[in-house]
């Protein structure tokens, strides 16, 4: 998997726990995965590879945000979701 963010470049191998952020070796906590021709890329990859704050609310909802995500917000999207 190769990614480019805003000049940022990201590679990671299949099943691996490496990757590189701009030549940088980063650890993962979940590898990127490929089965029955569907990348699966995990939600952790964004924090630990661009330090955005991921937040599990549960019912698998995620927020993924650079700045911490108001709480009022969250919760207005998921009762719109609801």
């Not at 990614?3 to 979940?30: C, H, M, P």
């Not at 108001?70 to 609801?82: E, Y």
């Amino acid at each position: 998997m190769t990614e480019i963010i805003n000049y940022t470049w990201t590679y990671s191998a299949l099943d691996s726990l490496d990757a590189r952020v701009n030549g940088r070796v980063t650890k993962l906590s979940a590898p990127v995965k490929y089965v029955n021709g569907i990348f699966y890329i995990p939600v952790s990859l964004i924090a630990e590879c661009y330090g955005y704050e991921v937040k599990n609310l549960g019912n698998g909802v995620y927020t993924v945000s650079f700045d911490k995500t108001p709480t009022d917000t969250v919760n207005a999207v998921i009762n719109h979701l609801n």
